[in-house]
């Protein structure tokens, strides 16, 4: 049961009464941390309607990326229940689930991650536009050993290129039908599942919708999969690299805007350079590239992200991550792949918050199109086969090479600040830099491996 839109719902009661109908007694109050983790609180049926006004009530600084004090007015977190995004969760029998909005002292809270989102797509609505997105999750099914480290869950899954394989395909039915299934019950149309080009590796596509619609059903996505993956014994993980030697997983955006006629902005059939983008098209596509090391902070945003963005061999040939900062026609080595007039931006894992990711290229893609800025050439080569000065002499900048880098690129970028708001700016980079600053002190295993009894 979707309880989308339909004026007859904008009531509490009445939802009450639906929920109840479907057999629901317990909802939960969901809210997305600054690092793209579900939280919330279970709320029994009866006092749904806390859930709206004032909202679920948490401690404001034991969520991460809040920077709320301990004490006083400022330090309760509301989530308050955005009634159109009610779902019954067909794989947790009795539940419901809200997408919340942070309040905080009865005012939008300027560091939540759907309010970020929510005054980005405000900008593209004053212009009449709707940024519509397909994010495509890629993901591993592991198994924990006992020693804590994971390795893929189906020991028969080993071909060096493992792609599209059947058999690694279909041994998984029992996860990926059941994921399939309580999607679907959702309203999520997924329209294909494949096997993708690392052992225990996946992919699950379901239609595109609306930005903040599109953050609301990756969580779900995520949610469903996270419980499913576990009730069958095995771990869903979407960390970006989770084994040196093969691909990681993106989560690319598919991106294109709507006009209020339902046109599709990006497109124009007449393009000279024959990729069918319209100027604004082209606009929006420079401010991505333009803003791209700022941009890698928000949509890459883990130690482990960078491990994924690198060039070279794996078992299977090729990573098929970007690393480079261009674009091209159907061309999967750069960082925009353009194809049907929309945009892939490759860039994003799935460590990435989604409505932080999602708003940051709203607004990197603004700033092109405000500015008018241009993106040069498109790149018709393979960009993996050529060497970094010819690359280089081309035009091709490269993305930050680990977090740190990142976060810097993100704190110079003065118009990506200030349009996700330069105190949510301030703590994402704080709480980003201390990631990378503990990880940075950690000695690895590869540093004893080699440096032990070498001087
Ligand atoms: N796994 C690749 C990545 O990390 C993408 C593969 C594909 O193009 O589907 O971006
Ligand atoms: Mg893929």
Redesign the pocket.
């Given at each position: 049961m979707t309880m989308a839109n339909g004026a007859e719902l904008n009531s509490v009661e009445m939802l009450k009464a639906r929920l109840r109908e479907a057999g629901v007694r317990y909802v939960f109050a969901q809210f997305t941390d600054i690092q793209g983790v579900a939280k919330g609180k279970t709320i029994p049926l009866a006092h749904l309607e806390d859930v709206f006004l004032p909202g679920a009530g948490f401690s404001g600084p034991s969520i991460w990326g809040t920077g709320l004090p301990r004490h006083g007015l400022r330090s309760e977190y509301y989530g308050r229940g955005d009634i159109t995004t009610a779902q019954v969760l067909p794989w947790l029998p009795g539940h419901a689930r809200i997408v919340c909005d942070g309040y905080v002292g009865g005012e939008p809270f300027d560091l939540c991650p759907r309010q970020i989102l929510r005054r980005q797509v405000e900008r593209l609505a004053a212009r009449g536009w709707t940024l519509n997105a397909g994010l495509?999750p890629?993901f591993f099914l592991l198994q924990r050993n006992a020693d804590g480290s994971v390795r893929p869950a189906d020991a028969h899954d080993h071909l060096e290129k493992p792609s599209y394989d059947y058999k690694s395909l279909t041994r998984q039915q029992a996860f990926l039908g059941a994921l399939t299934d309580a999607l679907q019950a959702c309203g999520l149309d997924v329209f294909q599942i494949d096997h993708?080009?690392?052992s225990g590796?996946y992919?699950l596509n379901y239609h595109y919708s609306d930005a903040l619609t599109a953050a609301d059903r990756f969580m779900l996505f995520k949610m469903a999969a996270h419980s499913i993956a576990e009730s069958l014994g095995m771990v869903f993980s979407m960390m970006?690299k989770p084994f040196a030697n093969m691909?990681?997983?993106?989560l690319?955006f598919h991106l294109s805007i709507a006009d209020e006629a339902g046109g599709a902005v990006f497109t124009d059939r007449s393009d000279a350079q024959g990729l069918g983008l319209s100027r604004t098209g082209y606009h929006f596509l420079a401010g991505l590239l333009h803003h791209a090391p700022a941009l890698a902070a928000l949509c890459a945003p883990t130690v482990n992200s960078y491990k994924?963005l690198v060039v070279g061999e794996s078992l299977s040939g090729t990573?098929?991550?970007?690393a480079h900062i261009g674009y091209g026609d159907n061309n999967?080595t750069m960082l925009v792949r353009v194809a049907h007039s929309r945009l892939e931006w490759?860039l994003p894992?799935a460590s990435a918050n989604p409505y932080l990711a999602l708003a940051a290229v709203i607004a990197a893609g603004l700033d092109g199109v405000a500015r008018a800025l241009e993106p040069g050439a498109p790149f018709g080569d393979d960009a993996y086969e050529l060497p970094l000065s010819v690359l280089r002499e081309r035009g091709l900048g490269q993305l930050p090479g680990n977090l740190g880098d990142a976060v810097s690129a993100l704190e110079a970028d003065t118009v990506l600040g200030e349009a996700l708001g330069s105190a949510f700016t301030a703590e994402f980079c704080r709480f980003k830099r201390m990631e990378w600053i503990e990880y940075s002190r950690a000695v690895h295993s590869w540093e004893t491996e080699r440096y032990a009894d070498r001087f």
């Open positions: 495509e890629e993708e080009d690392a590796q992919e970006p691909p990681g997983s993106g690319h994924r990573t098929w991550a970007p999967r490759r894992d």
